[in-house]
């Protein structure tokens, strides 16, 4: 029933900016972290940058400094900031939840469906 919708995805000049936003639908309950992934071609997926109910923010070493995640306005919903952007930032971006666990459940995962970003001059 929870689905992940990113949006923001697209190309750019190296040195450009994009920003890109995630929103989580059919959701009862707040989630208690949301991040980004991305995966280019031919290599593994990787986490870029994760924030936690609590404001917790980290950051792959490739992107601290460059890249800032915040949560939205709306519950569960998370963005990122994404300046100075680089050829190798070059990547589908996945958005990620994570819905913690209770008395009752065990943790659930949710995964958006991607978004292309693409730095190229």
């Known amino acids: 029933q929870v689905q992940l919708v990113e949006s923001g995805g697209g190309l750019v000049q190296p040195g450009g900016s994009l920003r890109l936003s995630c929103a989580a639908s059919g959701t009862i309950f707040s989630l208690f972290k949301m991040a980004w992934y991305r995966q280019a071609p031919g290599k593994q997926r990787e986490l870029v940058a994760s924030?936690?109910?609590?404001?917790?923010?980290d950051y792959a070493n490739s992107v601290n400094g460059r890249f800032t995640i915040s949560s939205g306005a709306a519950k569960n919903t998370v963005d990122l900031q994404m300046n100075n952007l680089q050829p190798v930032d070059t990547a589908v971006y996945y958005c990620?939840?994570?819905?913690?666990?209770?008395?009752?459940?065990?943790?659930?995962?949710?995964w958006g469906q991607g978004t292309q970003v693409t730095v190229s001059s």
């Open positions: 990620y939840g994570l819905k913690g666990m209770t008395l009752q459940t065990a943790e659930e995962e949710y």
């Open positions: 924030i936690t109910v609590g404001g917790r923010t």
